[in-house]
């Protein structure tokens, strides 16, 4: 997951997808994202927030290279921005849509671990 640098220690978002038992890599910076997206190759999606600052249609175009079939997610807090590449939209003020897309892409980890 690619966002902004949050106020709190951690990110409210990372928390809320941590609590569904998905496993979280979070970068705070366009760099940071281009640098994880070449140190964990095997990532099953990404996530980036359409508030990050640095070029968005960079990190999931190096992100694709290597990935062309797994998802990569905009989470928008506005209708109004875009970012080319992506392959779902999700309204950053929606964690529970967030989590549901995640659930209907790679199914529910609660149910892998036996829970």
């Given at each position: 997951m690619a966002e902004p640098e949050p106020d709190q220690a951690l990110s409210a978002r990372k928390l809320v997808l941590e609590t569904a038992k998905f496993n979280v890599i979070t970068a705070h910076s366009a760099r940071e994202a281009l640098d994880l997206c070449e140190k964990f190759p095997?990532?099953?999606?990404?996530?980036?927030?359409?508030?990050?600052?640095?070029?968005?249609?960079?990190?999931?175009?190096?992100?694709?290279h290597g990935n062309r079939d797994k998802p990569a997610i905009l989470l928008t807090p506005s209708a109004s921005i875009s970012c080319d590449g992506v392959d779902h939209s999700v309204s950053s003020h929606s964690p529970e849509d967030l989590v549901h897309l995640l659930r209907k892409l790679f199914g529910d980890p609660r149910s892998i671990d036996g829970r």
């Open positions: 095997g990532v099953d999606g990404l996530i980036v927030h359409g508030n990050l600052p640095g070029d968005c249609a960079k990190i999931v175009a190096s992100f694709k």
